[in-house]
């Protein structure tokens, strides 16, 4: 299952329910794409590749989430600045039960409830 809903054009919630991808399977999808969008040669740590441009940083994240069907919320965004961080990000669970105590059945079409996967505090300038 994709995990679209047709009707709104968004993604479902059922990746809830599912298991977090392993090591290997982050691996397969996130290595290549750092060497190709990230010019990361096979040798070096794939996983320190940072995002120079924001092209770059754009068709990584794409990619990845649409092989690993799992979203990234934009209040996210701006913490994911190396490869690395975005295999933190999937390898960080979310609470299902915190997000269905949230999700009353009265709340307008309009409003989504988005679960941040990490929680790291705004830095300070």
Known sequence: SSGINAEYGERS????DEELPTDEQLESV????????????????????TFHTLEAKF??????????ERDIPSTQLGYLLSVGDVVKYYQTPVERQKYVELRPQSLP?????????????????
């Open 13 to 16: 919630d059922e990746w809830f």
């Open 30 to 49: 996130l290595k290549p794409l750092a060497i190709e969008h990230l010019q990361v040669t096979e040798e070096s740590a794939w996983q320190e590749a």
């Open 59 to 68: 068709r990584v994240l794409s990619q990845a989430i649409e092989e690993l």
């Open 109 to 125: 079409f309009n409003v989504k409830i988005v679960m941040d996967s990490i929680n790291k505090p705004l830095q300070e300038y």
